[in-house]
T-cell receptor
Framework: NAGVTQTPKFQVLKTGQSMTLQCAQD?????MYWYRQDPGMGLRLIYYSASEGTTDKGEVPNGYNVSRLNKREFSLRLESAAPSQTSVYFC???????????FGQGTRLTVV | GESVGLHLPTLSVQEGDNSIINCAYSNSASDYFIWYKQESGKGPQFIID?????DKRQGQRVTVLLNKTVKHLSLQIAATQPGDSAVYFCAETPHTGANSKLTFGKGITLSVRP
């Protein structure tokens, strides 16, 4: 099992460009999450999907959109990248609430 | 708003000593608590969890203590080793079923001195 797979691992964007971060899990988990991690800020929730077909905003959703394409895949889109979105992005999945979350290896995004 | 936070940003311990990492939470509805370890360049990895109906849970070299009265969570690592050097996060979810958000604290860096 691969667990949670994120692509790409690294990305550099120019201000105003768009891109989609991909996340896929092969554990048949119901819920998926997108976090960003900045120095001294810990992990902040951007969006989450409690189940296939549903998405909800987290703590810092502005500037992002998400799509729960199917049970396996949860993508994060930046429509117009800004330098403030420079961060490391992590995708996570859980089977159900109150169970262990599994994380991907992260995507390091730099917006110049 | 509800948040999970940690008391100290860094902790330095001597190899072989015990480590105690503390975490405070503010959501009284929190039902499930987890400690994660994050090594440099990697995603967080599960260490141990505890549910709100428990006060203590032990794993291999790790113990989690939960004090619901003061909303405090701690992670104890016995005989700390160099491989324990990492950032540690506490996280919590409220008991709201499928729509539970997983909220993380800011993290604390554990540095093990040889």
């Amino acid at each position: 099992n691969a667990g949670v797979t994120q692509t790409p691992k690294f990305q550099v964007l120019k201000t105003g460009q768009s891109m989609t971060l991909q996340c896929a899990q092969d554990m048949n988990h119901n819920s998926m999450y997108w976090y960003r991690q900045d120095p001294g800020m810990g992990l902040r929730l951007i969006y989450y999907s409690a189940s296939e077909g549903t998405t909800d905003k987290g703590e810092v959703p502005n500037g992002y959109n998400v799509s729960r394409l199917n049970k396996r895949e949860f993508s994060l889109r930046l429509e117009s990248a800004a330098p403030s979105q420079t961060s490391v992005y992590f995708c996570a999945s859980v089977w159900t609430a109150n169970t262990e979350a599994f994380f991907g290896q992260g995507t390091r995004l730099t917006v110049v | 708003g509800e948040s999970v936070g940690l008391h100290l940003p860094t902790l330095s311990v001597q190899e072989g000593d015990n480590s105690i990492i503390n975490c405070a939470y503010s959501n009284s509805a929190s039902d499930y608590f987890i400690w994660y370890k994050q090594e440099s360049g990697k995603g967080p990895q599960f260490i141990i969890d505890i549910r709100s109906n428990m006060d203590k849970r032990q794993g291999q070299r790790v113990t989690v203590l939960l004090n619901k009265t003061v909303k405090h969570l701690s992670l104890q690592i016995a005989a700390t080793q160099p491989g324990d050097s990492a950032v540690y996060f506490c996280a919590e979810t409220p008991h709201t079923g499928a729509n539970s958000k997983l909220t993380f604290g800011k993290g604390i860096t554990l540095s093990v001195r040889p």
